[in-house]
């Protein structure tokens, strides 16, 4: 069964073409298309594939750079946040263990200096001190300052 090639006739004619006729029916020719692939790098065909998506699109290439651009912001935003929060947060934890260290120095020297208070009494005992019994007072009612001492 011996089948014969199909070709589209069609008596309309396309508007500011004039009527040809070919001789022959033919097909199509193919041509390659070499080197394309291995000399463009994955960065140029994919601007090439951008830049022929915005012109088959009614979004102008203005509208594809803004989106891009602000992408971009928002990502080195959010590292350069995440980066401020890491540092303080390294710091804070610094601070905290300082604070800590001079909390206890603070208690050690109030634990000796109240060893010292507890101990006064007998080292002032083995000095030969001994404890005061009642007050003192002094009374400056009947007082007169010496003449010659005092004024010059």
Known sequence: MATSARTVRSNAVPAGRGRTTPASPSRPELTVVKGLR????????????????TRARSMSLLHVVVAVSFLVASLLGSLA?????????????????RISTLTQDVEDDQAELDELQASLPDKAQQMGMV?????????????????????E
């Open 81 to 97: 946040l995440r980066t401020q929060m890491a540092q303080n947060s390294f710091e804070q934890t610094q601070i905290q263990n």
């Open 38 to 53: 291995g000399q463009r790098g994955a960065m140029g065909d994919g601007l090439a594939r951008v830049l022929i998506w």
């Open 131 to 151: 404890p005061q019994q009642g007050s003192i007072s002094i009374d400056l009612r009947g007082y007169r300052p010496n003449q010659g001492a005092g004024h």
